[in-house]
């Protein structure tokens, strides 16, 4: 993964980025090594899990070095460079958009609108949920775990199909109308120079702004010890 890194950094901040050749291998292998054969990329779950028990900087230092320069790159360089240079499912809607190219479609501007708060409203849908303690799976409201299909959830693949599906017709889709991971990397992406104050920002402070009323809630409420539940573990080891 830190060649990964090291490799998606010199093709956003490198001429090769405006090389048509280089951009397609380098798709080809984030979908073929790291979506099909390493399954590593960041998502909601991932991150929510972290946030809520510790982030695995032993067990997983590849994947906290990933979210590591997902989170600063933004930051110093206005650049997403994880979305679009290192996630594997992005890739694999830019090979697609690049080989339907002839078919893209035009949306309606107010379609446009409604479409792009779907991510916004599921990053929001997670913050309530790893707050509060509502048990949601994450991974069913994002497309990542299905290149794990093994162990995928009929939802992920599900989510993934469409947005893949979707991508042929108008560019990058998913990331664009579905993707939550995208608008949180987004939240810490310097828009340039100009110093205003935006629709990211509101978003944002409605969310900080929730957290702080989810986490009084709970806390005001009495809570009694839970009970543990017996664990049935069978199947070949």
């Known amino acids: 993964l830190v060649c990964v890194i090291a490799a998606g950094l010199a093709i956003a901040f490198t001429r090769l980025r405006g090389r048509r050749w280089a951009r397609i291998v380098w798709q080809l292998f984030l979908v073929g090594y790291v979506g099909v054969i390493n399954k590593d990329m960041l998502?909601?779950?991932?991150?929510?899990?972290?946030?809520?028990?510790?982030?695995?900087?032993?067990?997983?230092?590849?994947?906290?070095?990933?979210?590591?320069?997902?989170?600063?790159?933004?930051?110093?360089?206005?650049?997403?460079?994880?979305c679009h240079?290192?996630?594997?499912?992005?890739?694999?809607?830019?090979?697609?958009?690049?080989?339907?190219?002839?078919?893209?479609?035009?949306?309606?501007a107010g379609l446009q609108r409604w479409l792009e708060r779907i991510p916004v409203t599921l990053l929001a849908l997670a913050a309530l949920a790893l707050l509060t303690g509502w048990t949601l799976n994450l991974s069913a409201i994002e497309a990542f775990d299905a290149w794990n299909w093994k162990t995928a959830g009929a939802a992920t693949i599900i989510i993934a199909a469409v947005g893949l599906i979707a991508s042929m017709f108008v560019p990058m889709a998913y990331c664009r109308f579905g993707c939550p991971t995208g608008v949180l990397f987004s939240f810490v992406r310097s828009p340039g120079s100009a110093d205003r104050w935006g629709r990211r920002d509101t978003t944002a402070l409605a969310l900080l702004s929730l957290a702080f009323i989810a986490a009084f809630a709970m806390r005001a409420q009495p809570r009694e010890p839970a009970m543990p539940e017996p664990v049935l573990m069978n199947g070949h080891t």
């Open 85 to 108: 240079q290192i996630c594997p499912h992005g890739a694999a809607q830019q090979l697609l958009g690049t080989a339907f190219k002839r078919r893209r479609l035009r949306l309606p």
């Open 43 to 82: 998502s909601l779950s991932l991150l929510g899990g972290w946030a809520a028990n510790g982030a695995a900087l032993k067990a997983a230092p590849g994947l906290a070095l990933l979210a590591a320069a997902a989170l600063l790159i933004p930051w110093t360089t206005r650049r997403n460079v994880y």
